[in-house]
């Protein structure tokens, strides 16, 4: 089945250790986002790539980083989690311009 | 609406009535609207889309409204069934300084669809 993927689908982790999000999509889409959940503040843009080799930097950055090898994978790394970094995180993607985006089912981390 | 504080604004709504969810978008340069649907532990699903060249548009059980005067968009459920309790969040596409702009979501409303 065509979609997008996470993993993993939750994860207690120690503040200071290192931790990579994956994010593996198959619809071929040329641009890919991850965001962030917390209540009341909505969906809040981490990263985005809009294609293969490319990434920016989207509302709150700080803490994360991203790399885009290849169009089907987006992974997002936190270096040194830190407490506030406690949230559930969504990874999206989506064909072109003008289009809706697709999201995957999130991952709930909690930095302890 | 867009929520204050750490609480989601909430409609309760009767089984079989018509819901109305509100939404008020920034930026006056955005062309494209879209509502999502997401239920809990779960990521947001695509419900409907809309155009700035368009005002209205419908799709099964439901109808997304854009004012651009005033920069509201509303969207309409139907019959509104338990199965639609669910937090809608509208996003706007915004322009920025690469050619593909970005998708900016407001906080969310919370659909509690009561028997």
């Known amino acids: 089945i065509a979609g997008i993927t996470q993993a993993p689908t939750s994860q207690i982790l120690a503040a200071g250790r290192r931790m990579t999000l994956r994010c593996t999509q198959d619809?071929?889409?040329?641009?890919m986002y991850w965001y962030r959940q917390d209540l009341g503040l909505g969906l809040r843009l981490i990263h985005y790539s809009n294609t293969a080799g490319t990434t920016g930097k989207g509302e709150v950055p700080d803490g994360y980083s991203v790399s885009r090898a290849n169009t089907d994978d987006f992974p997002l790394t936190l270096a040194s989690a830190v407490p506030s970094q406690t949230s559930v995180y969504f990874c999206a993607s989506r064909k072109g311009q003008g289009t809706e985006a697709f999201f995957g089912q999130g991952t709930r981390l909690t930095v302890v | 609406g867009e929520s204050v504080g750490l609480h989601l604004p909430t409609l309760s709504v009767q089984e079989g009535d018509n819901s109305i969810i509100n939404c008020a978008y920034s930026?006056?340069?955005?062309?494209?609207f879209i509502w999502y649907k997401q239920e809990s532990g779960k990521g947001p699903q695509f419900i409907i889309d809309?155009?700035?060249?368009?005002d209205k548009r419908q799709g099964q059980r439901v109808t997304v409204l854009l004012n651009k005067t005033v920069k509201h968009l509303s969207l309409q459920i139907a019959a509104t069934q338990p199965g639609d309790s669910a937090v809608y969040f509208c996003a706007e596409h915004i322009w920025g300084t690469d050619s593909w702009g970005k998708l900016q979501f407001g906080a969310g409303t919370q659909v509690v669809v009561t028997p």
């Open positions: 809309i155009r700035s060249n368009m």
């Open positions: 930026n006056s340069a955005s062309d494209y």
């Open positions: 619809m071929r889409h040329n641009a």
